[in-house]
């Protein structure tokens, strides 16, 4: 704590901070993730992204937005990595995916990774159009142009998710790689990751990430990089075909934090289609799968623990972990109001945001109380801003305007010194991984403008 007392800036220093970072890793089109560990564009980063930017340029925003959709793969799919041609270093990059060589659905350029992220770009469309409305008629007309625009390709990326990621129709979205997930080494994936035996003809491969990041213990193991490679060496031999990563992938994984935000998308996209009634059909079919999303989610929670679930589909068995992904029910709702009740005061508590050593009360990616709960390592309990931002958008979307200021206030306290980390060590508020994250100054600018 005494390390943080002298670094906090004050809103103004921040804001100009925060607007500089993002211009600073605009590669154009696309902004990098981050300066040196992520020099391409990704899936949900650029959403958070553009959420950011529209703050300081509406006309940008929608640019960061339009890069990812140019993108998508004509199965409805967003992919999760957009390759800019500026570093081929970077690994593992668009040879190694191999996707527009082997994918028929991947578009030839430009490169991409053959994977999806979690769907939070439905979100972005909406603030998009607000800060418009806020700005003035011109950028009122740009962004009902760009959401004319934008309809088709996320219905259809929405669509993709439910039809191919949730073909018997659980309310459940399964993912085929931690990636996919966004919290890659999360406590979550653990025992599906031990089930993944890596072949002996995983291609040998050299990492970047820890040649960035030099400090190990923020980083995934060489053990879990080898299954996250192997699981893209399954997924080249199956062409990216759906069916056949469905079949042969041997990571298969329902992932309840991401089909809350597919439930919660469907409805804010829903809510923006409401006025044209050419849309009726669609926003009909969205409100039915975010019904039926809410449902999977709920019907996930664990009666004794009140968390919600992931389930691994390759043995049947529900996951119990102490995840930030348990508290998916509230960004999407669908719980009773006993269970709901619960749930908020399970966040509260100290077990979770309520630590009476924690610098910020905002959710760590794990419980400090859990075993698996590592303080400076990645998804396995750092506090991640983006997140704090996402519950905080999602408390007010829900009702809840006091918990979603106090979610800002201290997502604030915990960024207050300006280096933008990727994630920070909850009890010491150092900033870990990255700094000059991308989507850190992006929620960022969205809470402080
Ligand atoms: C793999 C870019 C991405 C985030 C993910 C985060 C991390 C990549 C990595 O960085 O993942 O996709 O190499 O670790 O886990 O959520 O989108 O910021």
Redesign the pocket.
Known sequence: AAARAQGRLSDGALTARAAYILRNNDLGTMTA??PR??PHM????AAFIAIGLAQVSVDRAITEIEALLAAQWRTGMIP??VFSPDDPDYFPGADRWGCAALAEAAPRTPATSGIC?PPVHAIAVQRILEAARREGPRERREAEAFLDRAWGPLMRWHRWLVQQRDPDQVGRITVHHG?ES???NSPRWDGPYARVEVGPDLPPYRRR?TQVVQDMSQ??SDREYDRYLWLVEQMRRARYDDAEIRRTVSFAVEDVFLSAILAVACDVLADLGEDAPQRAGDVEELRRWAGQLRAGVAASVDADSGLARDRDIRTGEWLNTETIAGFAPLLCGGLDRPAERRLLNLLDSERWSGHPSFIAAVPPSTSPQSADFRPRE??RGPQWPVMAWLFGWAFGYRGWPERSALMREEGLRLIGDGSFG?YYNAFTGEPLG?LQ???TAAVALDWLC
């Open positions: 993730a981050a560990l992520y990704w899936s949900w980063d999760h990595i992220q990636w966004g919290m890659d990430d980083r995934p990645y998804w990727e990255s994250q991308s989507w």
